[in-house]
């Protein structure tokens, strides 16, 4: 396969890019809405290349651990990350909900600011996937845009409460 699939989700929020920056950037606000209608626990955020963010999310009994390793950021414009999958003592894993998951995910936001809004582009591409991991995020992508959509949503609603 010579072409990997890549995701794409796109969106205008009516905010300044900087306030856009910090809901991406601050645990504090990203914990708000990264793992929507779950309780999202950012155990580490170290925002430079070389960095790491440890997330956990809690629905229930069940815990999903993760880790984006940053790979780039430049400030205000973009974020590049290495996401994976984790047990909680951050070892990166085979997904345990999705065993064919991508082991890594190469994850770049960019922000683009013009009138006061700000255009979020986040694409997601399979890294270093074998056959069955590439299929497998192939067919899941028609249904990604429903967790960050609703994660976006969210978002929404912060800048207009953020912005009073």
């Known amino acids: 396969m010579s072409e990997l699939p890549e995701y794409k989700i796109e969106r205008i929020f009516d905010a300044p890019r ?7 950037t601050d645990p504090a606000l990203l914990h708000r809405w990264y793992g929507p209608n779950v309780e999202t626990t ?3 955020f170290n925002l430079k290349a070389g960095g790491e963010w440890h997330n956990e999310m809690q629905w ?9 390793a940053f790979q780039e950021v430049i400030e205000p414009e973009r974020i590049v990350w290495h996401h994976s ?4 003592d ?17 994850t770049t936001v960019t922000f683009e600011e013009s009138d006061g809004k700000t255009t979020v582009r986040l694409t ?6 074998t056959a069955a991991e590439i299929a497998c ?8 845009d429903h967790g960050w959509g609703a994660g976006f ?8 409460e953020l912005q009073v």
């Open 137 to 144: 995020f192939a067919g899941a992508m028609a249904n990604m």
């Open 153 to 160: 949503t969210i978002l929404e609603t912060m800048f207009a």
């Open 90 to 106: 951050w070892n990166i894993i085979t997904n345990p909900m999705m065993p064919n998951w991508p082991r890594v995910l190469l």
């Open 124 to 129: 997601q591409v399979p890294l270093d996937a």
């Open 42 to 44: 950012i155990h580490q």
């Open 18 to 24: 900087e306030l856009v920056w910090r809901a991406w």
């Open 60 to 68: 229930g009994d069940t815990r999903d651990y993760s880790k984006m």
């Open 85 to 88: 999958s984790t047990d909680a």
